[in-house]
């Protein structure tokens, strides 16, 4: 059996989610969700939209590791841990 092409993940391993205050036809929009490419990507969008007073919270994706979860109430620390090279945490040495 023959598999066809692989489909193509992306390279994004952080996102972030937020209330949206737009509306899409009669209904609300409950949440917005961008991916980032690295955490200081994810941390410049949702320090953005915490100055809009939305309720963000943001994480990794599957497959990355370690995987991290950042609820809404852990947000500001997390905004303000030191940055951290995502290409040298996967790097073998």
């Known amino acids: 059996m023959k598999l066809g092409p692989r489909p193509k993940r992306s390279k994004d391993t952080w996102y972030v989610s937020c209330e949206s205050r737009e509306r899409v036809g009669k209904r609300a929009q409950a949440r917005v969700t961008e991916t980032f490419r690295s955490e200081q990507d994810a ?3 949702a320090t953005a939209k915490l100055a809009d007073g939305l309720n963000i919270n943001a994480g990794t994706l ?3 590791l370690p995987k991290r979860t950042i609820s809404s109430k852990q947000l500001r620390d997390w ?4 940055e951290v090279d995502d290409q040298a945490e ?3 040495g």
Do not use: Q, R, S
């Open 43 to 45: 941390k410049a969008f």
């Open 62 to 64: 599957n497959p990355h």
């Open 79 to 82: 905004l303000n841990e030191p």
């Open 90 to 92: 996967g790097a073998v």
